[in-house]
C-alpha cells in the first residue's frame, strides 16, 4: 500500500516539472503538468483579486473575476485544454477591464504576466495538434460508420435471444450489401470490418442454430466479394488525404502566436480556425464522397495465370531415371496442350483490344460536308458492328455463346456471385471474384443502357448486341456455376492423390531399410489398387469435361463413354445444352 502511495506522490510530483512531450489532441483531451502550471498562476491571481476585494467588497469586475476563477478550479480534471483555455480568456478580459478602471495600486499585472504567456503556450500546442486533425475526422467518420452497423449487429442479438422467431435470411443479407454499397470512401473499410465483425459473432454463438451457422460464410463471401474494391478505394482516399495533409501542414508552418496582447491572440485564434475549417471541411467533402461511381466502372485486375512446375531430383548420373522423367514430361506437355481451349483465350483477348481500341477512336468529321460527314458515319457504324460480329464469332469457338433459350435466373447468378463461398469449389478464389465482379458490372451498365437518354450509344451498339452480350455473359457465369460439382469431385480426388502420394513415399522408404520392411508389401499393393480406381476415375471425369466443353451448347454428352453412371448423371443434370430437359 506504501508503495502505490509513494508512486501516486511521485507521479504528482513530476506533473509539475514534466509536461507531456507527445502532441495531445487539446480539443478532447489536456496536459496534467500544463493544467497544474495554470492552477498555480490562477492561485495566485485569486489571491491577488481577494486581497483587493478586501477594499472594495461591492467592486462587481472582481466578483465576475472570482467567478470565473471559482468555475475554473471547480472544474473537472478531464476538461479538455481547449474549454479552459476559453476560461482563461475571460479572466484575462475581465482583468484588462479592471487595469483600465483600477489605480496603480491595485494592478494585477504580476499576476496577469504569466497568465497570458501561459495562454500563449497554449495556442502553440493547439497549432501542433492541428497536424494530428486530420487522424481525429477520419476516426470519427469511422466510428460513425460502426454506429450506422449497429441495426446488423441487434438484429443478429435479437436473433440469438428468439430462437424460435422467424428468420428473414435473405432480406438480412441484402440488408448488409446495400449498406456496403451505400459507403464512402472514407468509411468504406470500417464497413468491411463491421460485416466481418458479423460473421463472427454468428460463428460464436449460432451453432445449436442451422440457418445462422450456414448464413457465416455467405457475409464473408460478401466481404471478399467487396474487398476486390479496397484497395482502389484506399489508394484515392490516401491520394485526397495526401493532398490536404500537405496544404495543411503548410497553413501550421505559418500560423504563429508571439503577442501577449489578448486582443491579439483572439483574432489570430479566430482567422486561424477558419481556414483550419475549411481545410477540414474539403477533406470531409472528399472523403464523403460515394463509392457508387466506382462500383460502375471497376475492373479487378486479371489474376496471375496459375503455374505448374515440374522438377526431378538430381541424380548420381542415372540415365534411365533421366529419361523416364523426360518421357513423362513429354506426355504431360502432350497432355496439357491438347485440351480444349487454351489457345482461344488468347485469339479472343485480341479480338476484344481491336474492338475496344475501334470504340475509343474518334471520328474526324470535315466542316461543311454534310453529305461526306454521313459517309463517314455509316463507314465507321459498319466498322464497328463488323467488329462485333467478328467477335461474337470468336467467343462462340471459345465456348461463350449466348444463352437463348437457357432458362437463367439474374437474381439467382447476383446471389450466387456475391455470397457463395468458393473456398473448397476447387475453383481459385481470386480468379472467381474477378468473375462475380465482371458479371454483375457488365449486367448492371447494361440495364441501365436507355434509348431515350443515351441516344448516341444504341446508334452504336443495337438491341441485339446488347441482348447478345447480356446472354453471353449471363451463360458464361452460369456454367462456372454449373461446373463447380465437378471441380469438387476433382479438387477431392486431386488431395486423395497427394495423401496416397505421401503415403507410398514411406514404404519406400520402408523399402530401402536393410532388411527390407516386406511387410507392407500386402498394404502396399491395396494402395496402388485403390490408386489405379482413383486414376482411371479421374481420367474419365477429363474426358467427360472435355467432350461437355466441346458439346455445349449445341449437343447432350454422348454416352457411350465407359465410366461411372452416376458420373455421368450429375455432369447432365448441371450441363447447359439445347438437349438439356429444363430447356423451353
Same mark, same amino acid.
Do not use: F, H
Given at each position: 500500500m506504501d508503495k502505490h502511495l509513494l508512486a501516486i506522490a511521485n507521479f504528482r510530483q513530476s506533473l509539475y516539472s514534466k509536461p507531456l512531450k507527445n502532441v495531445i489532441n487539446v480539443y478532447t483531451e489536456n496536459d496534467k503538468a500544463e493544467v497544474n502550471r495554470c492552477v498555480d498562476a490562477i492561485l495566485r491571481l485569486e489571491a491577488r483579486v481577494n486581497q483587493i476585494r478586501e477594499e472594495f467588497p461591492e467592486e462587481a469586475n472582481l466578483k465576475e473575476i472570482s467567478e470565473i476563477i471559482t468555475t475554473f478550479l471547480n472544474a473537472d480534471c478531464g476538461v479538455p485544454q481547449m474549454k479552459l483555455a476559453s476560461w482563461i480568456e475571460k479572466v484575462l478580459e475581465k482583468c484588462e477591464h479592471w487595469q483600465k478602471l483600477a489605480p496603480r495600486q491595485y494592478s494585477l499585472v504580476g499576476q496577469l504576466n504569466e497568465l497570458q504567456q501561459i495562454l500563449i503556450? #497554449?495556442?502553440?500546442?493547439?497549432v501542433h495538434s492541428w497536424n494530428h486533425i486530420i487522424n481525429a475526422v477520419q476516426e470519427e467518420s469511422q466510428a460513425i460508420a460502426v454506429t450506422m452497423g449497429y441495426p446488423i449487429i441487434q438484429t443478429l442479438m435479437q436473433w440469438r435471444q428468439n430462437p424460435t422467431a422467424e428468420k428473414n435470411i435473405q432480406n438480412f443479407l441484402a440488408m448488409i450489401?446495400? #449498406? @456496403? /454499397?451505400s459507403s464512402t470512401l472514407i468509411d468504406f473499410e470500417s464497413r468491411l470490418k463491421i460485416a466481418s465483425f458479423a460473421a463472427v459473432l454468428i460463428d460464436n454463438f449460432s451453432k445449436s442454430d442451422t440457418k445462422l451457422y450456414e448464413l457465416s460464410p455467405s457475409i464473408k463471401s460478401i466481404v471478399f466479394y467487396f474487398s476486390?474494391?479496397?484497395?482502389?478505394? /484506399? &489508394? *484515392?482516399? *490516401?491520394?485526397?488525404?495526401?493532398e490536404v495533409v500537405q496544404e495543411l501542414e503548410n497553413f501550421v508552418n505559418i500560423v504563429k502566436f508571439h503577442d501577449l496582447n489578448l486582443w491579439s491572440v483572439k483574432n489570430s485564434a479566430e482567422k486561424a480556425h477558419q481556414k483550419l475549417f475549411k481545410i477540414i471541411k474539403r477533406y470531409k467533402l472528399h472523403g464523403n464522397e460515394q463509392l457508387s461511381t466506382l462500383f460502375l466502372t471497376f475492373l479487378p485486375e486479371i489474376?496471375?495465370?496459375?503455374? @505448374? &512446375? @515440374?522438377?526431378?531430383?538430381?541424380?548420381?548420373?542415372?540415365s534411365e531415371s533421366r529419361l523416364n522423367f523426360a518421357n513423362f514430361f513429354e506426355r504431360f506437355s502432350n497432355l496439357l496442350n491438347g485440351l480444349p481451349g487454351l489457345i482461344e483465350p488468347e485469339s479472343l483477348f485480341e479480338y476484344c483490344s481491336d474492338y475496344l481500341g475501334i470504340l475509343k477512336k474518334d471520328v474526324i468529321y470535315?466542316?461543311?460536308?454534310? &453529305?461526306?460527314? &454521313?459517309?463517314? /458515319?455509316? /463507314?465507321?457504324?459498319f466498322d464497328r458492328q463488323r467488329r462485333f460480329a467478328a467477335l461474337v464469332k470468336q467467343a462462340s469457338k471459345f465456348g461463350l455463346r449466348s444463352r437463348r433459350a437457357a432458362p437463367i435466373s439474374s437474381e439467382e447468378?447476383? *446471389?450466387?456471385?456475391?455470397?457463395?463461398?468458393?473456398?473448397?469449389?476447387?475453383?481459385?478464389e481470386e480468379y472467381f471474384r474477378s468473375c462475380a465482379v465482371t458479371r454483375n458490372l457488365v449486367i448492371r451498365l447494361v440495364n441501365q443502357l436507355n434509348s431515350t437518354k443515351q441516344p448516341h450509344i444504341l446508334k452504336q451498339v443495337s438491341a441485339q448486341m446488347i441482348s447478345h452480350i447480356r446472354g453471353v455473359t449471363e451463360y458464361g457465369f452460369a456454367w462456372l456455376l454449373n461446373s463447380v460439382p465437378t471441380f469438387q469431385r476433382l479438387e477431392e480426388t486431386i488431395q486423395w492423390i497427394q495423401a496416397t502420394k505421401d503415403r507410398i513415399s514411406i514404404f519406400a522408404e520402408n523399402a530401402k531399410i536393410s532388411p527390407p520392411c516386406f511387410s507392407a508389401s500386402s498394404q502396399s499393393k491395396s494402395i496402388f489398387d485403390e490408386a489405379k480406381g482413383y486414376v482411371k476415375k479421374s481420367f474419365e471425369i477429363g474426358k467427360l469435361l472435355q467432350s461437355l466443353i466441346f458439346a455445349a451448347p449445341e449437343k447432350s454428352i454422348n454416352s457411350t463413354f465407359n465410366a461411372d453412371v452416376n458420373i455421368l448423371s450429375e455432369l447432365r443434370d448441371v450441363a447447359l445444352h439445347k438437349e438439356h430437359p429444363k430447356i423451353f
Open positions: 503556450d #497554449w495556442r502553440k500546442m493547439q450489401v446495400d #449498406w @456496403i /454499397q476486390a474494391y479496397l484497395q482502389t478505394v /484506399q &489508394e *484515392k482516399l *490516401k491520394k485526397k488525404r495526401a489474376p496471375c495465370p496459375l503455374s @505448374i &512446375e @515440374i522438377s526431378t531430383k538430381l541424380t548420381d548420373g542415372n470535315a466542316e461543311n460536308d454534310d &453529305e461526306g460527314n &454521313e459517309k463517314l /458515319q455509316g /463507314q465507321a457504324l447468378l447476383l *446471389k450466387s456471385s456475391l455470397t457463395m463461398d468458393a473456398k473448397n469449389t476447387g475453383l481459385n
